[in-house]
């Protein structure tokens, strides 16, 4: 049975989708078979996989809605052991329509429940806010993993992501864990990086990956070609880095860090 991973926070530009895409090519790399989800009705993760969203026949929107089986939507990644369940735009239209649906939140996870036993991990990258769509993938996951930009106002609504998650935990998924947090976009060659990293460090000691994920050109090239950093560029630091945290969550066993109740107290105070 597959462990699933939520790659949620709800500030915009902190390295969402290009943790799901490259962790996912990571974990693929060494031979773990990933289901990677696009979650986010932007579509980026399936056009970082070098998926052309305009000759989809069907989407995650399809699969929500009951028009379509997980198995009918999944498309082969471009190195072996990944697929992929595609979005685009039209996803947008699952919140209006399922709004007023019994067990909306749990539409994700009946769905992914269809092929739950046939991967190692499924990956689902989710929509910079505190959604539906996200509150569908929460209630899917069994880890969050919560990418942290290393630059100023970073910690700036942590907390309100801390506390959404002990919600859902309470109403929805009681199994949800934190997998981790996972430091982005760091910059060793100015303070502030090393500030946020160690601020990170301070409030949630047990759960910030060793892994850091630097600030990298070729991260940033990659999505243009429609290529994870491991396709495009192997030997760069951004795809260290990832395949770095593929060791750290296989070896070291951090997709399984309990939610405690300290953690809701250490996120007030931020």
């Not at 962790?23 to 009705?41: F, G, K, S």
């Not at 990832?242 to 107290?265: C, F, H, M, N, S």
């Amino acid at each position: 049975m597959a462990y699933t991973f939520c790659i949620a926070n709800q500030k915009g530009g902190v390295g969402k989708t290009t943790t799901a895409v490259n962790l996912a090519a990571a974990l693929a790399v060494a031979e773990r078979r990933i289901l990677m989800v696009d979650c986010d009705p932007q579509g980026n993760a399936t056009t970082g996989l070098g998926i052309d969203k305009q000759t989809l026949g069907k989407t995650l929107y399809d699969g929500l809605i009951g028009a379509a089986s997980a198995e009918e939507l999944t498309v082969e990644g471009q190195i072996p052991f990944l697929r992929i369940i595609p979005a685009r735009v039209e996803l947008i239209g699952f919140e209006v329509e399922m709004v007023a649906a019994p067990d909306r939140e749990r539409a994700l996870k009946s769905l992914l429940d269809q092929v739950a036993a046939e991967y190692d991990f499924i990956l689902i990258d989710c929509p910079p806010s505190l959604s539906l769509l996200t509150i569908n993938a929460m209630t899917a996951a069994d880890g969050l993993i919560i990418p942290l930009q290393c630059e100023f106002y970073a910690l700036e609504g942590l907390g309100q992501l801390m506390r959404t998650m002990n919600r859902i935990r309470q109403r929805l998924n009681p199994a949800l864990e934190i997998a981790g947090i996972l430091l982005t976009m760091f910059d060793k060659r100015t303070n502030l990086s090393s500030q946020v990293a160690e601020e990170a460090r301070k409030y949630f000691p047990e759960l910030v990956f060793q892994t850091v994920v630097p600030r990298n050109v070729r991260l940033g090239e990659a999505p243009s070609f429609g290529k994870s950093i491991i396709a495009y560029d192997a030997q760069s630091a951004g795809a260290q880095s990832y395949l770095e945290l593929a060791r750290e969550i296989l070896q070291d066993g951090r997709r399984r860090r309990p939610v405690t109740e300290t953690v809701d107290k250490e996120a007030a105070t931020i």
